[in-house]
């Protein structure tokens, strides 16, 4: 197989996994958590997103979180922006980078941020024009591209209309999202075999949830068609808040752990990564998704059991 020999791990858990949180975790905790991410090898981290706080109050301390973080260098800390509202006050907090996002149908765009697709077009053109303006990269997310909770199956014709869009608007990666993890490998590669007639395989990254188990596999199916570029969630936490049924992102540890097994590298400690996951657990108060981190509670229990320090 010809699977990429590194990948590139973007770490969306302070913002995809906190803002389906129904436990408010304090600003402090959000900080020292993307604090302590920034010293896993991660170089990239979507910290908070500027919606509005009636829509997503989890994350309504953005502006507060994105100005008390300590910036490393080599790292690109990240935010989530509907509109020139949440641009304008993104880029008072000095973000290095701007995420915009829309789905690729028309429903569940409006239920997540109350317009149609053609409505929403015009919006996201200068939102990411403004900043780019300000020197600001933009990627972009394509919700719902292969089911949606609302209209169900999606027609990847839709999902290359609008990356293209987006693209043309000057965006430098699509992240292509199975918002309520309902993708097969199959239907991971009929869209992605539909989009690579029309865009080059370095334009795009993956964003799956994981929802029925099928997280890892798609991420195997997008290797082998090229993909360099995949979101996780530290903890495997995560999920829309305006998609039905939407649960975590892959887990970064569980994806971690099956690049490195295979020889691919991220630069990412695994090891680091389970550590936040745990600190993240004990912070909401239940158990969270990811297998990598049930594997590392199990080791600990044992050892300790036989009384062995390590
Ligand atoms: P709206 O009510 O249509 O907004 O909401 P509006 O433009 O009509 O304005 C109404 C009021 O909202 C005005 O205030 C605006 O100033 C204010 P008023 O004059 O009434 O006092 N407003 C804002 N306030 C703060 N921040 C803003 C903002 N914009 C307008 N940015 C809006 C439209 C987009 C704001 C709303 O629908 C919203 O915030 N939606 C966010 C939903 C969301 O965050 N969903 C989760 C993220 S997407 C996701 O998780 C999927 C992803 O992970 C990929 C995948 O998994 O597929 C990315
Ligand atoms: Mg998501």
Same mark, same amino acid.
Do not use: F, G, P, Y
């Given at each position: 197989m010809n699977w990429p020999t590194h990948v590139t791990v973007k770490e969306v858990g302070p913002r995809d996994g906190l803002q389906n949180e129904k436990k408010l975790i304090p600003t402090t905790v959000k900080t020292n958590? #993307?604090? +302590?991410l920034s010293e896993s090898g %991660?170089? +990239?981290?979507e910290i908070t997103s500027f919606v509005h706080p009636k829509w997503v109050p989890a994350l309504a301390d953005a502006k507060d979180?994105?100005?008390? #973080?300590q910036r490393r260098e080599g790292i690109v800390y990240s935010a989530l922006v509907p509109n020139q509202k949440g641009l304008e006050a993104a880029l008072e907090t000095n973000v290095d980078e701007i995420a915009i996002f829309m789905s690729a149908t028309d429903t569940h765009n409006k239920k997540n941020i109350n317009k149609s697709i053609v409505e929403t077009l015009p #919006? %996201?053109?200068?939102?990411?024009?403004e900043a780019i303006k300000a020197n600001k990269p933009v990627r972009a997310y394509v919700s719902t591209a292969f089911f949606c909770p609302y209209e169900g199956r999606t027609n990847p014709e839709n999902v290359r209309k609008i990356s293209e869009s987006l693209l043309e608007m000057g965006v430098y990666e699509l992240s292509i999202g199975d918002t309520v993890g309902t993708a097969s490998p199959l239907q991971v590669e009929e869209t992605l075999k539909h989009l690579l007639k029309n865009i080059p395989v370095n334009k795009l990254a993956m964003h799956f949830h994981d929802t029925r188990g099928t997280a890892l596999p798609n991420t195997l199916k997008a290797l082998e068609m090229g993909i360099a570029a995949f979101d996780s969630s530290c903890g495997g936490l995560g999920g829309c808040p305006y998609a039905p049924g939407a649960s975590g992102n892959t887990a970064t540890e569980d994806l971690l752990y099956m690049l490195h097994q295979m020889g #691919?590298?991220?630069g990412i400690s695994e090891e680091k990564i389970i550590k936040n996951a745990l600190f993240m657990e004990t912070q909401i108060g239940k158990s969270l998704p990811s297998k990598s981190l049930k594997a590392y509670k199990g080791r600990i229990s044992t050892l300790s059991k036989k009384g062995d320090k390590r």
């Open positions: 958590w #993307i604090d +302590h %991660l170089r +990239h981290i979180v994105a100005k008390s #973080i #919006i %996201l053109r200068q939102t990411a024009e #691919i590298e991220t």
